[in-house]
């Protein structure tokens, strides 16, 4: 009888559990040893549970730190070791490959056919080429246009598997008091809490399979909200992609990146407002390189606050949205932008009074100097940022999270939220994106 091939996913608490029950689960002629964890902080020491591993693993599968992947691979003779994980530059993608194979095991790629589920309903998907390049606002704005159309929209979001694996096989969250009930990491409210507001349910999980089957059922489109810059794990009519016009060359050199570029029907250049010329038309050149099919539009991200004057003259903090800042290596976000559109006196340097593992990021992302992350992926990381924040010297906090962070920590200053809303200001406009996206799907909607 042939041995199964011995398999070490490696992953960050998202698509490695979904390739993991494309490609594996229940399959004799693979075993997995273990799943690997990086990026997020508090998540290893955890175990795959027998209920969602499978009957091939009744003790479940162990989660342990990436960095024991060199004696993982020659302790328990892994044979293939398989990136799950996204939003890298191929720098680090080379360094992992490198790792692996000198550890003596191969190295694998699930790509999309092996990946991506198929739809009965028309989905949309929105991706990026890196975390933080305004991807939400692009998500917003087409859910708010199929909306005006009469159209039930369902935006199903990339996996943050963070909490009770068992507890989060498929989620729908309609309400702020579905998200308390379910106590969701700050991370989650993230990229939850705005479609909530809009009157939207929106769906996640760890079986996307049974996630896809539940949104299908309540929604005429889906829309896929993909994070970590990650490809869609559903089989996209249409697909948008948000670059950043910040960070030129993003676009060809970061992984899966480049992938979402190649796969585009559409490339949307975002944060045009705070970068040169040059860079955008860098960016037009490289898009152009490897998608010549593929539309471009320019857009600004328009960033507000509802009292400015509370900043104006003011000592100020700044609160981002922790993976955009962290391993989305963004040196700001929303709230930087806010503060210094609206006139604060000074910006205080966070590191000094930093605790925990707020301290941590800063020591693992040297980049972040004058922001804080809002990094709470459990209730002693929450607590973390909160006495970070009451320590910090400062009038007010300003904060690019798009949530209400004053429901969660008492930081022992105001709160001023900043807003952002994607604006196009050259190439086709959102509404005919959505008019072509619709023509090009009309067969499932039996036109």
Do not use: C
């Not at 010549?292 to 539009?297: Q, V």
């Not at 930087?336 to 205080?348: H, P, W």
């Amino acid at each position: 009888m042939k041995k199964p091939i011995r398999v070490v996913v490696l992953g960050a608490g998202g698509r490695d559990f979904h390739n993991f029950n494309m490609v594996f689960k229940d399959n004799p002629d693979f075993k997995v040893v273990a799943f690997t964890s990086t990026q997020i902080p508090g998540m290893e020491g955890r175990v795959y549970p027998p209920e969602l591993a499978g009957s091939l693993y009744p003790k479940g599968i162990p989660i342990v730190p990436e960095d024991y992947l060199e004696n993982l691979i020659r302790e328990h003779h892994v044979d293939v070791a398989v990136l799950s994980y996204s939003d890298l530059t191929y720098n680090y993608v080379g360094t992992v490959i490198s790792r692996v194979l000198a550890s003596g095991a191969s190295f694998m790629i699930l790509g999309p056919k092996d990946t991506m589920l198929k739809s009965r309903k028309p989905v949309i998907a929105v991706t990026a080429t890196r975390t933080g390049a305004g991807k939400s606002s692009v998500s917003r704005k087409v859910a708010r246009i199929l909306l005006s159309k009469g159209f039930k929209v369902a935006p199903i979001r990339h996996p943050m598997a963070y909490r009770d694996l068992k507890s989060s096989v498929a989620e729908k969250f309609e309400t702020i008091e579905d998200l308390d009930l379910k106590n969701v990491t700050v991370e989650e409210r993230e990229e939850y809490e705005h479609y909530v507001n809009m009157g939207l349910k929106v769906y996640s999980g760890v079986d996307y399979r049974a996630v896809l089957s539940m949104a299908e059922s309540e929604a005429d489109i889906i829309l896929w909200d993909g994070g970590n810059n990650d490809w869609p794990f559903i089989e996209p009519d249409y697909m948008i992609t948000v670059t950043d016009a910040m960070r030129p060359g993003q676009e060809v050199q970061s992984f899966p990146g480049e992938v979402n570029v190649r796969m585009a029907d559409i490339v949307i250049i975002n944060k045009s407002d705070q970068a040169p010329r040059e860079s955008i038309e860098a960016i037009k050149k490289n898009i152009k390189s490897v998608n010549e099919k593929a539309k471009i539009s320019v857009a600004r991200s328009n960033v507000f606050v509802k009292e400015p004057e509370a900043i104006r003259g003011r000592r100020v903090v700044i609160v981002e949205d922790s993976p955009t800042v962290t391993h989305g290596e963004a040196a700001y976000g929303a709230g930087y932008v806010a503060a210094l559109k609206y006139g604060a006196s000074e910006i205080v340097d966070p590191r000094p009074y930093a605790v925990g593992v707020i301290a941590e990021m800063y020591k693992a992302y040297p980049h972040m100097e004058r922001v804080v992350p809002s990094t709470g992926y459990n209730e002693g990381q929450l607590r973390d940022l909160e006495e970070t924040l009451r320590r910090i010297p400062a009038d007010i906090i300003v904060s690019g999270s798009p949530i209400d962070l004053a429901r969660l920590v008492e930081a022992g200053k105001p709160i001023v939220r900043a807003y952002y809303e994607v604006e196009i200001v050259e190439g086709p406009t959102l509404e005919e994106v959505v008019e072509e996206f619709l023509e090009k799907s009309k067969y499932k909607m039996g036109v």
